[in-house]
């Protein structure tokens, strides 16, 4: 067994250890469904565009279940495609618009703390039975730099990723006791296809400008590689939270461009 294959020290290591990835249509969560895929997780692809993670899941010979985090009845109904599950990867999220908070589009920061929060309790909610059911089970939470600092023109998201990070920490809390381990991998500057797309409305220019003359933002792949990681660690090891930025980033404000 090489080191970062499955390692669990209370199952028989034979059994086949199954992974839920949220938001897995696209960037770092199809990354982490690959990278889970090749440890040797039996992975269930979730999100919204149903064509995207059947292709993924094809490819990955894993499964896709079509569900929106922000519609409770959508993750019923991934809860019952899932009877019992080792490793959640709550991923789907993302950021809408830069308004500063005396000009906050309050409907924005609503979407934002459905997607980000809520849809990581719902799923969390709707999933524990499964975790449980596996005697070994694992949350890994998609965090944030954003949830550590804050900067202008983040506001909605910024307090939502805060959000994520004590989500987290209440949560494994009040799971202590149970086999059920909760991280946080928050990662700073990712280069995705579309985070930044999404954040400007679909404006390419203003997308672009982000990562313009950063010596190697993240990407998906990194990401993904830190939750594989996480998730493929001992069944007694905790790893409460990683936080990943590119070298080029020290903080919000201090990214170094040429
Ligand atoms: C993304 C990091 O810096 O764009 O989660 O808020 S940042």
């Known amino acids: 067994m090489t080191q970062d294959q499955p390692q669990d020290s209370t199952q028989d290591s034979t059994q086949l250890r199954t992974?839920?990835?949220?938001?897995?249509?696209?960037?770092?969560?199809?990354a982490t469904a690959r990278?889970?895929?090749a440890r040797g997780f039996h992975v269930v692809c979730a999100?919204?565009?149903?064509?995207?993670?059947?292709?993924?899941?094809?490819?990955?010979?894993?499964?896709a279940v079509t569900c929106d985090v922000t519609d409770s009845d959508s993750v019923d109904a991934l809860a019952a495609a899932v009877p019992t599950l080792h490793v959640l990867v709550n991923n789907a999220g993302g950021a809408v618009g830069v308004d500063r908070v005396d000009s906050a589009d309050i409907e924005a920061w609503r979407s934002m703390y459905d997607l980000n929060v809520l849809g990581l309790v719902r799923v969390t909610k709707a999933l524990l039975p499964a975790l449980r059911a596996s005697g070994d089970g694992l949350v890994v939470n998609v965090g944030s730099t954003a949830g550590r600092w804050a900067y202008e023109g983040g506001g909605g998201y910024t307090a939502a990723?805060?959000?994520?990070?004590?989500?987290?920490?209440?949560?494994?809390?009040?799971?202590?006791?149970?086999?059920?381990?909760?991280?946080?991998?928050?990662?700073?500057?990712v280069q995705t296809e579309e985070f930044s797309l999404v954040r400007y409305g679909g404006d390419r220019d203003k997308a672009a400008?982000?990562?313009?003359?950063?010596d190697q933002p993240l990407l998906a792949e990194d990401v993904a590689d830190a939750i594989a990681w996480v998730a493929t660690r001992p069944s007694h090891v905790d790893i409460d939270e990683l936080v990943?930025?590119?070298?080029?980033?020290?903080?919000?404000?201090?990214?170094?461009?040429s």
Request: glycine letters at 10%; aromatic letters at 2%.
């Open 35 to 37: 990278a889970l895929a």
């Open 47 to 63: 999100a919204r565009r149903t064509d995207r993670i059947e292709e993924l899941a094809a490819e990955i010979g894993g499964q």
């Open 161 to 189: 990723k805060h959000a994520v990070r004590v989500v987290t920490e209440t949560l494994r809390l009040e799971l202590n006791g149970e086999p059920i381990r909760i991280s946080e991998v928050a990662p700073g500057m």
């Open 19 to 30: 992974a839920v990835v949220t938001g897995a249509s696209s960037g770092i969560g199809a």
């Open 244 to 257: 990943i930025k590119p070298r080029a980033q020290a903080a919000a404000h201090k990214v170094h461009r």
């Open 209 to 214: 400008a982000v990562y313009a003359g950063v």
